[in-house]
């Protein structure tokens, strides 16, 4: 049966509404459809692989010290749809914990169950560097503190001691590092050109190694007093003391009788810190004689040895002469002697 053109025209035309009306009638009903299917098919879609870095976090152990350097991080190979796949950061992941209470010596054995995985995530693989596992015990010493001290105190001083206040400090460690440690050390005192005594809060060296000072914050040294002593040098300084006023207040008008018998000085030591030596030379005649009879008549003479009055008090104090007195025969029984 053949049919003519209008008869296909009309039959074009009825097609054409009917895939018009198919578009257009209930349009939002089709859209959710469509949008239904497409999710459909991200859920279902087959399982992708992907791989992360994870680092690796050591929980430490109190009593024991880990040796060994560990793997900063591991490689996890995870399985899973692709919508979840596609959309996963490594964060998510989070680290992978060792606890090394639990860690046994020899190789290290990661727990694929350390490894959180997001909800409908698979792990498939976990691969990390193989290193052994060793372990020191953790101890605790007591050792004595030193104080390095540094340049020269002024010449007329020496240094006469150091004191480390407490002398001793606690550390913990690995038994092994802690093994060669024999003392702790404070930062150097420098004593250039000191002249007195210093009282200083210094702080600790760092201890080398994994080792720690006990009983301190936030990790930082301790800090100790140093006392560090000073003193003045001990000298001696020998001055010749003129005895013609001397003979003269004793013997008066009869001195000239007594000329040939008569010592014309005496030499008398002068022992005490450098420093008040050194200032004694300002003062021209430091040391005056004096001579007197004692009560006894042994035929004696005491002459004695006196500071001048020009002589300041605190080097009087400072000072000591020697001899301060002696014991010398009477020049007039001498002379008597020799008549």
């Known amino acids: 049966m053949r049919f003519g053109s209008a008869e296909r025209g009309e039959a074009i035309g009825a097609a054409t509404t009917w895939v018009a009306e198919l578009f257009s009638r209930d349009w939002g009903t089709k859209l959710s459809a469509l949008l239904v299917s497409l999710l459909v098919f991200m859920v279902t879609r087959d399982d992708v692989q992907r791989t992360f870095s994870v680092p690796i976090r050591a929980v430490a152990d109190p009593h024991r010290l880990l040796l060994t350097e560990l793997p900063e991080s591991a490689t996890v190979e995870v399985r899973g749809p692709w919508a979840k796949i596609s959309g996963l950061r490594s964060h998510e992941i989070g680290d992978l914990l060792l606890n090394l209470r639990q860690a046994v010596p020899g190789p290290l054995t990661l727990d ?47 240094l006469a001691g150091v004191t480390v206040v407490p002398s001793r400090w606690g550390v913990r460690g690995g038994e092994q590092s802690l093994a060669d440690l024999r003392e702790l050390t404070t930062e150097r005192v420098n004593l250039a050109g000191a002249t007195q005594t210093r009282d200083l809060s210094v702080e600790l060296v760092r201890v080398d190694g994994a080792a720690r000072f006990v009983g301190t ?5 301790p800090t100790v007093r140093v006392q560090v002593v000073v003193r003045p040098r001990s000298g001696e300084r020998e001055v010749t003391v003129p005895l013609g006023e001397t003979w003269a207040a004793l013997l008066g008008e009869d001195l000239s009788s007594y000329l040939s018998v008569l010592e014309p ?4 030591a002068i022992r005490g810190p450098v420093p008040a030596l050194a ?45 301060v007195e002696l014991r010398i025969e009477d020049p007039r029984r001498r002379d008597d002697s020799a008549r």
Do not use: C, N
Request: hydrophobic share 45%.
């Open 217 to 221: 914050v936030g990790g930082r040294p």
């Open 279 to 323: 200032r004694l030379q300002a003062v021209e005649r430091p040391v005056v004689a004096r001579v007197f009879a004692p009560p006894q008549r042994d035929g004696k003479l005491t002459l004695r040895f006196e500071w001048a009055g020009a002589v300041p008090l605190d080097l009087v104090r400072a000072l000591t002469l020697v001899p």
């Open 112 to 158: 694929s169950a350390a490894v959180v995985m997001p909800p409908g995530i698979i792990l498939e693989r976990l691969d990390y560097d193989r290193v052994d596992l060793r372990f020191d015990t953790v101890i605790e010493r007591q050792l004595p503190i030193v104080a390095p001290v540094v340049g020269e105190v002024h010449a007329d001083y020496e």
């Open 265 to 268: 000085s005496r030499t008398v």
